[in-house]
């Protein structure tokens, strides 16, 4: 079974941003921490552009910035201190979907006051609500403006990456204006939509019944990223494929592409990226990529029917249906280096060696306590084979 559950309000298209004061002011929100990355924002003008408008409309403004990839907890917790003092009604998230996942943190922590932030994503206690999230959306990615998931890093000590799913997650508003990524680089742009594909591909790859219907949505999302990222890429104030792939990332995260199937799908990947960059700091959608073809040769045979309809509807594979499957894999790993995404770690800069291959794989296992995978399941031995072949 799965559950469909999708709270966000959305104002979509030119000139969405300048909906947020009002709307919030209509809703009776009067105190917003404004929480955001670094220099762009404030480069591009967005930064003034939302801190006016919250003012304009009668919002006093407490302002914390500083979000890094990968986001930290302590910013989290300074945030938290910051917004308590303050009063805050609401968080404004601007950015992407690393400053959306610390600001639902923060959310987190302000209403939940029974132990430290950390706590509740490594699940040693449940959250039982939030402190509502408004997003003005910077970056097409990770669809954390509409998805119930946020992930923390934790730089003391531990280099542990956690995530942490909650209904009390899912934004309050989204307002997704897609001239607001013209600005974004190549490379970024590249590694978001390699994130919104593989939040569909993890949905895809499941065990169990499909509902032919979400089957169908799920390939025309990722045909759709695949032919608009190539757009964005030769022209970057491309409207209609930044647009496209806004969209993409906000449908492919928020649960539509694993409704009715039997269960939500695979994530061993995420996992095993989620331990990858703690480790190593890279981009997330590079690092997915830079797993995904040694993960889906290692688990082919038992999912072979998926690879199968993957390569026939998705990439026009003629033959059998290991050709099929086998060519899907051959495809998807021409696409993401068309790209310029790493097709093995070695390609993202780093040397992996032994022991960190022996870290990462007991790390993905949270030390022991978990195995990955939904129909093939992933222990440290398996998980350890799948960087081995990574490795390049």
């Excluded at 003008?45 to 990968?70: A, F, T, Y």
């Excluded at 590249?190 to 949505?217: P, W």
């Excluded at 495809?331 to 040397?351: D, R, T, Y």
Aim: net charge negative.
């Amino acid at each position: 079974m799965t559950e469909y559950y999708t709270p966000t309000r959305v104002f979509f298209g030119k000139g969405a941003e300048e909906k947020l004061g009002k709307t919030l002011k209509d809703n009776g929100y009067r105190k917003a921490l404004l929480h955001y990355g670094g220099k762009s924002a404030e480069k591009s003008g967005i930064l003034e552009k939302v801190r006016k408008d919250l003012q304009d409309n009668g919002i006093r403004v407490i302002e914390v910035g500083g979000v890094v990839p990968n986001p930290r907890v302590d910013l989290v917790r300074k945030a938290i201190e910051a917004a308590l003092d303050f009063g805050a009604e609401i968080i404004v998230a601007l950015g992407g979907g690393s400053v959306i996942d610390s600001a639902k943190a923060i959310g987190y922590g302000l209403y939940n006051r029974d132990g430290d932030i950390w706590e509740y994503y490594l699940k040693k206690r449940s959250v039982k609500g939030a402190i509502p999230v408004a997003v003005v959306l910077t970056l097409s990615a990770t669809g954390s403006e509409m998805s119930a998931s946020s992930v923390i890093s934790n730089d003391e000590g531990t280099g542990y990456k956690r995530g942490l799913n909650s209904v009390w997650g899912r934004p309050k508003f989204a307002f997704l204006n897609p001239e607001l990524t013209y600005s974004v680089s190549p490379y970024q742009t590249a590694s978001g939509s390699a994130d919104i594909m593989m939040h569909t591909l993890e949905r895809f790859f499941h065990q169990g019944e499909s509902l032919s219907l979400t089957d169908d949505l799920a390939l025309a999302l990722l045909n759709s990223v695949m032919v608009n990222t190539k757009k964005a890429l030769e022209k970057p104030d491309d409207y209609s494929a930044r647009a496209n792939l806004m969209w993409a990332g906000s449908l492919s995260h928020n649960d539509l592409m694993s409704t009715g199937n039997e269960t939500r799908g695979d994530w061993a990947c995420h996992q095993m990226e989620h331990e990858l960059s703690a480790l190593f700091d890279c981009a997330h959608g590079a690092g997915l990529t830079a797993i995904w073809g040694s993960w889906a040769r290692f688990v082919m045979a038992p999912l072979m029917d998926r690879f199968a309809l993957l390569g026939e509807r998705l990439f026009h594979i003629d033959g059998n249906t290991e050709e099929k499957a086998e060519g899907a894999i051959e495809k998807m790993e021409e696409f993401f280096a068309s790209i310029h995404m790493p097709v093995n770690i070695k390609e993202l800069g780093i040397e992996l060696t032994d022991e960190d291959i022996r870290v990462l794989s007991y790390g993905a296992t949270y030390h022991g306590e978990r195995v990955l995978g939904d129909k093939v399941k992933l222990g440290e031995k398996e998980i350890s084979a799948i960087f081995q072949s990574a490795r390049g």
